[in-house]
């Protein structure tokens, strides 16, 4: 599985971005597709996922209420809508998929087998 994310960018503290992740080369909808993201100096942190058609999200504490994940299978392509955004967002974020994941393990670094390139959001004060 090939994963390209973008749509990172500088947004001012309040404002929205959304990021987007293609995939390419397994059944889209057979994938669980996440979130991650890495601040600089801090390990990497789950930020939000969606199991493969139906199968429901999860998110992060810090971003629950301010950040959607949705999917769009017939473009195979993952988003992560990022609204009200804080400087404390600011971070590489990066996309993963997984054809094995389940719930226990879904907020794990461990349980993604395929990364993308990570983009860059930084949110100004």
């Known amino acids: 599985v090939q994963l390209q994310a973008s749509g990172g960018g500088l947004v001012q503290a309040g404002g929205p971005l959304r990021l987007a992740c293609a995939a390419s080369g397994r059944t889209f909808s057979t994938l669980t597709m996440a979130w991650f993201r890495q601040a600089p100096g801090e390990e990497q942190q789950f930020v939000a996922a969606?199991?493969?058609?139906?199968?429901?999200?999860f998110y992060s504490d810090s971003v629950k209420g301010r950040f959607t994940i949705s999917r769009d299978n017939a473009k195979s392509t993952v988003y992560l809508q990022m609204n009200s955004l804080r400087p404390e967002d600011t971070a590489a974020y990066y996309c993963?998929?997984?054809?094995?994941?389940?719930?226990?393990?879904?907020?794990?670094?461990?349980?993604?087998?395929?990364w993308g390139q990570g983009t860059l959001v930084t949110v100004s004060s």
């Open positions: 969606v199991k493969r058609s139906g199968g429901g999200t």
């Open positions: 993963a998929a997984s054809s094995s994941v389940i719930n226990s393990n879904i907020r794990s670094q461990s349980a993604y087998a395929f």
